[in-house]
């Protein structure tokens, strides 16, 4: 029998990967980690979830001082940006947080070892120069971002700008253009809006937020709108010309039709990222990618190729952390012979602006395709708590089984959203109906009660509208 250096070699330390060495190695198999980064995180940790969420939180403090919203509550206060500061806060919980994953390394006696992988056979992967051997290899290597042909991006020049540079800004651009109006455009776009940008979206399909609920993306448009950004949907970039520190965008309606140009301090290009795999070695293995360049696995994790594994961003399925932590848990107890399930119909999806967006299980326009639907909706504006801070926008909308009652799918726009959209998860992976749901007693005054009243609406009896 071959003998190994490790049971458990994973490519990559994002939230895919460090969490399947964790779980490998709290299952006694030992385990290392291949991480080309300086430090261990991943996108998420590094230059994604946390650091924008970092800016996202700061860039509101300083919007409610400026916009009035403080005010409005008896504060008076005219604030100052110290912009270093807020980027010096933002490294802190980089830091702090990758930090404490080496520390979980250590902890756990995983060995990290340091560069790029690449595959020489299904068991032996080179690090650097040095060759390591493992009886399961999982890749985890995620996800970059999606260029746009014919737009260079240079991070270091910061006028042309992927995500990481547009965390990175030095200063509050006049104008900033955004290339696409997803997840990425509208959470960064905000930061720089709320600090002082004018920011225009550029988006080519005729709504924000493919992939949301259809009334939830209609909704996203109105208030992003209502806070100053300006939505050019139904629109195509066709390119962008730099000179100096401006540049010059040129966009044409999505259908075909008359061109115009935007001018911008700071283009941020935000349109999608795709599956990280170059340099990988696959050929070696004989691992084909799929039509998008994705790794193809069972539902338990495993590729075609006996003994390597595949999680998270480069495998399909929504591009989210926690998507690829409970792949990273589950294809960890795979290996070790237990079952590891992860149930793709529910992971919640969150946009973290202000309102927050969030949804999990199906959209209206899915549900209906399946079957006969019940649909109840909630208003915050009726709900006391967000009535009470101020907080009018959005709603709750619950989609249930017009048979059965069985929730289908639940979405929210709230300034909580991504903190409510939990129990609605958790509700639908225990099966549960609307009227479990309507029954459930709810603090007060929470916005969480929005979520009951919705359910309760279902039936047609909510108690506040
Ligand atoms: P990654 O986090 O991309 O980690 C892969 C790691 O593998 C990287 O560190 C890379 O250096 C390493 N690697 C690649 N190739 C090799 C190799 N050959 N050898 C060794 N190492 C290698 N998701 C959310 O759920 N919530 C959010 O709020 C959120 N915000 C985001 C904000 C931004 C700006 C961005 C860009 C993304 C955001 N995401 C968010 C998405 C989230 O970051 C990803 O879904 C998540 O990081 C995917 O995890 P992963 O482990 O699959 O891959
Ligand atoms: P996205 O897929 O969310 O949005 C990209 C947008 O760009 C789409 O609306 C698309 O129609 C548009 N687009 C594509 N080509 C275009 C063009 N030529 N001109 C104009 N518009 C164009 O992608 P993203 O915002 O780059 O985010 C990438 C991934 O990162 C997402 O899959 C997301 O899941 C993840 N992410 C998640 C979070 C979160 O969970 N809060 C935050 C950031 C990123």
Redesign the pocket.
């Known amino acids: 029998m071959a003998e190994y250096d490790y049971d458990v070699l994973v490519i990559g330390a994002g939230p895919g990967g460090y969490v399947a060495a964790i779980r490998a190695a709290q299952l006694g198999l030992k385990t290392a980690c291949a991480e080309g980064r300086e430090t261990l995180g991943g996108t998420c940790l590094n230059v994604?979830?946390i650091p924008?969420?970092a800016m996202l939180h700061a860039s509101e403090y300083f919007d409610a001082a400026a916009n009035g919203a403080m005010a409005k509550m008896g504060i008076k206060v005219t604030p100052e940006l110290d912009l270093d500061t807020m980027h010096a806060q933002r490294r802190d919980a980089v830091k702090g947080l990758t930090g404490g994953i080496e520390f979980l390394f250590k902890k756990n006696k995983i060995d990290w070892i340091k560069g790029y992988a690449s595959f020489q056979d299904a068991h032996t992967v080179k690090v650097g120069d040095k060759s390591v051997t493992a009886k399961n290899v999982v890749i985890a290597t995620g996800?970059t971002?999606?260029p746009?042909p014919g737009i260079e991006i240079d991070n270091d020049k910061g006028v042309v700008v992927d995500?990481t540079g547009a965390l990175e800004l030095k200063a509050v651009p006049k104008k900033m253009v955004v290339?696409?109006?997803?997840?990425?455009?509208?959470?960064?776009g905000s930061v720089w809006r709320r600090l002082g940008a004018d920011v225009t979206v550029?988006?080519?399909?005729d709504q924000?937020?493919?992939?949301m609920d259809g009334e939830v993306r209609k909704e996203s448009g109105k208030i992003f709108k209502k806070q100053g950004m300006v939505l050019k949907l139904s629109?195509?970039?066709?390119g962008a010309a730099v000179a100096g520190d401006k540049a010059t965008v040129t966009?044409e309606p999505?259908a075909g039709g008359a061109a115009e140009t935007l001018e911008a301090d700071v283009v941020l290009?935000?349109?999608?990222?795709r599956a990280n795999t170059e340099g990988l070695g696959l050929d070696k293995i004989g691992l084909e990618l799929n039509q998008r360049g994705q790794i193809e696995t069972d539902h338990d994790f495993a590729t075609k190729v006996d003994g390597v594994w595949a999680i998270g961003?480069v495998i399909p399925g929504?591009?989210?952390?926690h998507k690829a932590e409970d792949e990273g848990i589950a294809v960890a107890e795979n290996i070790a012979g237990l079952t590891g399930i992860v149930n793709h119909d529910v992971i919640p999806?969150?946009?973290?602006t202000a309102p927050e967006f969030a949804g999990v299980g199906l959209t209206e326009e899915q549900a209906k395709e399946r079957g006969a639907i019940k649909v109840g909706k909630f208003p915050m504006l009726a709900n006391s708590r967000a009535k009470t801070n101020h907080e009018p926008d959005g709603f709750v909308k619950i989609i249930a089984d017009a048979e059965t009652d069985r929730v289908l799918g639940v979405w929210c726009i709230a300034t909580v959203a991504?903190t409510m959209i939990a129990q609605a998860a958790q509700a639908m992976e225990f099966g549960a109906t609307s009227e479990d749901i309507a029954y459930t007693c709810h603090a007060h005054p929470t916005h969480s009660e929005a979520i009951k009243e919705a359910a309760m609406a279902v039936t047609g009896k909510p108690i506040h509208v």
Request: hydrophobic content about 45%.
């Open positions: 994604g979830c924008s969420k996800s971002v999606t746009l995500s290339i696409g109006g997803g997840v990425i455009g509208l959470e960064l550029v988006e080519f399909l924000l937020l493919p992939g629109t195509k970039v066709t966009v999505a290009v935000s349109i999608g990222r961003d929504p591009m989210l952390a999806g969150v946009v973290y991504g």
